[in-house]
């Protein structure tokens, strides 16, 4: 019984003795793991399984991690964790433009890499928790309404598909209108964790919002940046 209460991760790596390891980390920590050894099974399970959470290697045999991310993201919002021992700032962003919530890169900590799964279960955990909301939990600025309750954005009335951390983002500065916020600062307030080198995560999400809530991207009304400084959301 106790088993069935754990929250389960699905850990997609070719590299048995890496998986291995991960495994006996997460599982000390308390996780229930299970492990996929190619893409192409990792997929079928992520897909069939209702696991909290996927890490995922980029470089798989059958499928690569780019398209078992892409393929998990069409059907399900759990936080996914890419991961990769290229340090190429490329991979970073073509994996978080297709929806991963994260990126760590080769050769990491296990304590590292179970503060950052402990960080995106928790958050997932409150977003889709069944706590009672308020119906003011609405914010609407000229086209664009935000229904936090519901976690849907709409633009003109037309509902816009968000991962969760960019709807999370997007209202963290729709809540705090004509402030400045660096990278750093949007990088702890939602991803809670601090920053290590992370400034693409933060670029890649905002570039993704303006490119779902922008008349012209490439002329943000909404999503402002501050050379030198940050971003600033513009009432």
């Given at each position: 019984?106790?088993s069935e209460n754990k929250q389960s991760i699905l850990i997609i790596e070719d590299e048995e003795?890496?998986?291995?390891?991960?495994?006996?980390?997460?599982?000390?920590?308390?996780?229930?793991?299970?492990?996929?050894?190619?893409?192409?099974?990792?997929?079928?399970?992520?897909?069939?399984?209702?696991?909290?959470?996927?890490?995922l290697d980029i470089m798989l045999p059958g499928l690569d991690g780019?398209?078992?991310?892409?393929?998990?993201?069409?059907?399900?919002?759990?936080?996914?964790?890419?991961?990769?021992?290229?340090?190429?700032?490329?991979?970073?962003?073509?994996?978080?433009?297709?929806?991963?919530?994260?990126?760590?890169?080769?050769?990491?900590?296990?304590?590292?890499?179970?503060?950052?799964?402990?960080?995106?279960?928790?958050?997932?955990?409150?977003?889709?928790?069944?706590?009672?909301?308020?119906?003011?939990?609405?914010?609407?600025?000229?086209?664009?309404?935000?229904?936090?309750?519901?976690?849907?954005?709409?633009?003109?009335?037309?509902?816009?598909?968000?991962?969760?951390?960019?709807?999370?983002?997007?209202?963290?500065?729709?809540?705090?209108?004509?402030?400045?916020?660096?990278?750093?600062?949007?990088?702890?307030?939602?991803?809670?964790?601090?920053?290590?080198?992370?400034?693409?995560?933060?670029?890649?999400?905002?570039?993704?919002?303006?490119?779902?809530?922008?008349?012209?991207?490439?002329?943000?009304?909404?999503?402002?940046?501050?050379?030198?400084?940050?971003?600033?959301?513009?009432?």
């Amino acid at each position: 019984m106790e088993s069935e209460n754990k929250q389960s991760i699905l850990i997609i790596e070719d590299e048995e003795a890496i998986a291995e390891l991960e495994r006996d980390y997460l599982e000390q920590s308390g996780y229930r793991v299970e492990l996929a050894g190619d893409g192409s099974l990792g997929l079928a399970r992520a897909l069939e399984e209702d696991f909290d959470l996927v890490i995922l290697d980029i470089m798989l045999p059958g499928l690569d991690g780019f398209s078992v991310c892409k393929r998990i993201r069409e059907s399900k919002n759990i936080p996914i964790l890419l991961v990769s021992a290229k340090k190429d700032e490329a991979d970073k962003v073509s994996g978080l433009g297709l929806g991963a919530d994260d990126y760590i890169t080769k050769p990491f900590s296990p304590s590292e890499l179970t503060a950052r799964v402990r960080a995106h279960l928790s958050r997932y955990a409150r977003l889709t928790g069944s706590g009672s909301r308020s119906v003011s939990d609405v914010i609407e600025i000229r086209s664009l309404h935000i229904d936090k309750s519901a976690r849907r954005v709409l633009v003109n009335g037309e509902e816009r598909l968000f991962t969760n951390k960019e709807f999370d983002l997007l209202v963290f500065l729709a809540e705090h209108p004509n402030q400045v916020f660096s990278k750093d600062e949007l990088f702890r307030a939602i991803w809670e964790m601090e920053v290590v080198g992370e400034i693409a995560t933060v670029t890649v999400h905002i570039k993704k919002i303006r490119e779902k809530i922008e008349p012209v991207p490439g002329s943000p009304q909404f999503i402002e940046t501050i050379w030198g400084v940050g971003y600033r959301f513009k009432a």
